[in-house]
């Protein structure tokens, strides 16, 4: 089995200014299909989740998505 890998991404609302964190986790071999990347927790006010491609979208509480 895999470990996963950990990070955090600092984001920035661009409409309103909100700040906040999004820790995000992933499967570390390089070599598999899917990463299986997850959205642990968001610091803040957005909500954070994760597409079938594995791309992560953010959203501010304004509604502003951030790309």
Known sequence: MAAR???TSEV???ECGNKGIVHI???DYTFMRNQ???VDRVEGE???EVDRDNRIHVTCKCG????
Do not use: K, N, V, W
């Open 46 to 48: 957005f909500t954070a």
């Open 36 to 38: 299986r990347r997850a």
């Open 25 to 27: 986790s992933e499967d």
């Open 12 to 14: 920035t609302c661009p």
């Open 5 to 7: 890998d950990r990070y």
């Open 64 to 67: 502003h998505e951030i790309r």
